[in-house]
């Protein structure tokens, strides 16, 4: 799938606001790299306190939901094996911290098996009418869950 890149950006600046505003609420850093196509949140562990560094790999957004991962922020070479361990949400819910050291949620690309995540049952061109699972439709939400179960997560998988 083909969106132009000036697309991508206009639709992300148009959320950035409320990105950044939720993001420093909640002791995060963010930046967003417009020719790069990423934001990068810098921040702690709630529970361990470990530096963190979550990226998300915006292009083609929102035809294609963003592509989110974990990454050492003293090791940049290092991407998936530094990953927060699953807790359980408030309300006795399961964590998005799948085993494959994936955030599984609709609104993650890497979730989907076309891009090497578990779900293939899951349809990609429907992840913003999500039925039954997690359903996060801005990058707000989506961040805003990602630190939600962190909240849960006892600490990190290093």
Known sequence: MCIPKEITVATVEDELRGLEDYATRHGWQMHWDADALTLSFTGQHPNDGTKMLIL????????????????????????NTFFPKPGTTRGGGGSIFHG????????NRLAYQRYGGPHADWGLECWLN?????????????????????KASPGMNK
């Not at 083609?60 to 991407?79: E, H, I, M, T, V």
């Not at 039954?132 to 630190?147: K, P, Q, R, Y």
């Open 130 to 150: 999500v039925k039954d699972h997690i359903c996060e439709t801005n990058l707000a939400g989506m961040f805003a869950s990602i630190v939600g179960h962190l």
């Open 100 to 107: 494959s050291n994936t955030i599984c949620a609709p609104f």
């Open 56 to 79: 998300a790999d915006v292009n083609g957004y929102r035809a294609l939901p963003p592509a989110w991962f974990f990454k050492n922020p003293l090791d940049s070479a290092q991407r």
